[in-house]
């Protein structure tokens, strides 16, 4: 598996994952957009990391990306510092859903299977999310 890190310098690098460790990068590529600009870019690795979308959700800087399958919809979710998780159609680009729910910026999204989502908070909260729907579990 790949190991993806990004970093606030604008590059993300990809490694192979090896035994518990990062693993060596592999390839390097500019993403100044994800940290400054509020959007999130979609790469095809397949065509040499040609940008193929720039998804917009967001007002301020993105800080976590992740990848969902659900029902045959491939999803990018974000979350940023403006306190909003952004679900995105991959295919589309269209917004599927945009919540509010912390009252700080959110510093960690973890996607579990295909139905939850968890964030942490520089609120010091966690909370989850289902994927659908537009409120946070209590």
């Known amino acids: 598996p790949l190991l993806f890190t990004g970093s606030t310098d604008g590059t993300i690098k990809a490694g192979r994952q ?12 500019r993403l100044a957009a994800c940290l400054w600009w ?3 870019q979609v ?8 940008c193929t979308a720039s998804l917009q959700g967001h007002s301020d800087a993105v800080t976590c990306l ?8 491939s999803k ?8 909003r998780l952004v679900e995105y159609d991959v295919r589309s680009g269209v917004v599927l859903q945009s919540r509010l729910g912390h009252r700080d910026g959110i ?3 973890r996607v579990c299977g295909q139905s939850t989502l968890i964030t942490g908070s520089w609120d010091h909260t966690v909370r989850l999310w289902p994927s659908t729907g537009s ?3 209590p």
Do not use: K, N, Y
């Not at 990018?76 to 306190?83: C, K, Q, Y």
């Open 18 to 29: 090896a035994g518990g460790g990062g693993g060596e990068p592999i390839m390097t590529f």
């Open 38 to 40: 509020c959007l999130v």
């Open 43 to 50: 790469w095809d690795l397949r065509s040499g990391g040609r």
């Open 66 to 73: 992740g990848l969902q399958q659900t029902g045959g919809v």
């Open 76 to 83: 990018v979710v974000s979350a940023g510092e403006d306190r």
């Open 107 to 109: 510093s960690a999204l």
């Open 135 to 137: 409120s946070a579990m």
